[in-house]
């Protein structure tokens, strides 16, 4: 049973440019989580998405952020004209249910030349 | 807004067991106790987690209060690749209602030679 897959892993875009940040969740899991994790700081939740809704969107930015997850095919963080701020690693977790544990990928790393 | 409150730094020596605490004092009854920790930049790894009852796994121990305000992560015999942040977070284990996941800034274990 494959873990959660983030892709890209690595990803450098220019200032003004989009970044679209890929999460497939393990086998039978309905709901996923974005976070954001700047250098030497913990943590950031971003949002909890169950398929096809978004749920809970308290920790997104209010531009230029956007998440969703399809009923078919990975959930997608989308960053639009990024600055050098967004760099920062954004790792996906996902969970069988509302509660319970979460099962982290490794993350995408993004770099805002 | 985490609900729980860590020490940000600890150091252990090679072999020996690390004792890692974590306050949880507004913690509420259908609440569990939760511990992850994240080597290195890599996606966090869930290690424990339990309700009232002390619980043992092949990673950890987990020793919480009997009024459940305060538990301890124990690492039996620790090695240097047990050098992380180890996140203390609290969640509730039912379907009924949703709850955002909130990592602090964890405690970042040194283990020494």
């Known amino acids: 049973n494959a873990g959660v897959m983030q892709n890209p892993r690595h990803l450098v875009r220019r200032r003004g440019q989009e970044a679209r940040l890929r999460c497939s969740p393990m086998?039978?899991?309905?709901?996923v989580y974005w976070y954001r994790q700047l250098p030497e700081e913990g943590l950031k939740f971003m949002v909890y998405?169950?398929?096809?809704?978004?749920?809970?969107e308290s920790g997104m930015p209010k531009e230029r952020f956007s998440a969703e997850f399809p009923k078919e095919g990975p959930s997608i963080l989308r960053i639009q004209q990024v600055v050098r701020g967004d760099s920062a690693a954004y790792f996906c977790a996902s969970s069988p249910e509302r509660t319970g544990e979460l099962f982290f990928g490794e993350g995408s790393r993004l770099t805002v030349l | 807004d985490a609900k729980t409150t860590q020490p940000t730094s600890m150091d252990c020596a090679e072999g020996r067991a690390a004792n890692l605490p974590c306050n949880h004092s507004t913690i509420s009854g259908n609440e569990y106790v939760y511990w992850y920790r994240q080597i290195h930049s890599q996606g966090p790894q869930y290690i424990i987690h339990?309700?009232?009852n002390n619980e043992t796994n092949e990673m950890a121990s987990l020793i919480i209060t009997e009024d459940r305000k305060s538990s301890t992560l124990i690492l039996p015999h620790a090695t240097l690749r047990d050098t992380a942040v180890y996140y203390c977070i609290v969640r509730v284990l039912d379907s009924g209602g949703y709850q955002k996941v909130t990592f602090g800034i964890g405690t970042k274990l040194q283990v020494i030679p």
């Open positions: 339990g309700l009232k």
């Open positions: 998405l169950q398929k096809e809704n978004i749920i809970d």
């Open positions: 086998k039978g899991h309905s709901h």
